[in-house]
């Protein structure tokens, strides 16, 4: 038991690791598409999410879960993607409340982080326990 308590605390060292790159793409993403781009903060965390996706999903399987083996599209990256999609919603409910009650990027931006804060650590789980389960 000890030995897995011990991998388990890795995988969330990692994980941890995992989601600050994450959220440096992510808020480099949806500041760029705010302020240099002009987009509408919608447009802007949409596009920022799906950007921030692409290396979570390979982080996180391939550092974090040790998984060297070929991609499941059905079994690994579609319900990624969905669990992904879930914190889309979430984020840009909360941009575009943002986007609407206040005029300051900071503030758009702070939303987006709380939206997948909110999902961070039942990602987590679902990750360790579904996906990338051997």
């Given at each position: 038991m000890p030995n897995q308590l011990w991998a388990?605390?890795?995988k969330l060292f990692r994980y941890s690791?995992?989601?600050a790159v994450t959220v440096v793409i992510t808020q480099t993403c949806l500041w760029l598409g705010l302020?240099?781009?002009?987009?509408?903060?919608?447009?802007a965390n949409v596009v920022a999410v799906t950007v921030g996706a692409v290396p979570a999903y390979l982080?996180?399987?391939s550092w974090v879960w040790?998984?060297?083996d070929s991609h499941s599209m059905?079994?690994?990256i579609l319900p990624f993607w969905l669990y992904s999609v879930v914190g889309l919603a979430l984020s840009s409910s909360l941009v575009t409340l943002a986007a609407l009650w206040w005029s300051s990027t900071a503030l758009v931006m702070a939303a987006n982080l709380v939206g997948f804060g909110v999902l961070w650590l039942g990602k987590f789980f679902m990750l360790e326990k579904f996906l990338f389960k051997r």
């Amino acid at each position: 038991m000890p030995n897995q308590l011990w991998a388990l605390r890795v995988k969330l060292f990692r994980y941890s690791g995992v989601s600050a790159v994450t959220v440096v793409i992510t808020q480099t993403c949806l500041w760029l598409g705010l302020v240099i781009v002009g987009w509408p903060a919608l447009i802007a965390n949409v596009v920022a999410v799906t950007v921030g996706a692409v290396p979570a999903y390979l982080l996180n399987r391939s550092w974090v879960w040790g998984r060297k083996d070929s991609h499941s599209m059905r079994d690994e990256i579609l319900p990624f993607w969905l669990y992904s999609v879930v914190g889309l919603a979430l984020s840009s409910s909360l941009v575009t409340l943002a986007a609407l009650w206040w005029s300051s990027t900071a503030l758009v931006m702070a939303a987006n982080l709380v939206g997948f804060g909110v999902l961070w650590l039942g990602k987590f789980f679902m990750l360790e326990k579904f996906l990338f389960k051997r």
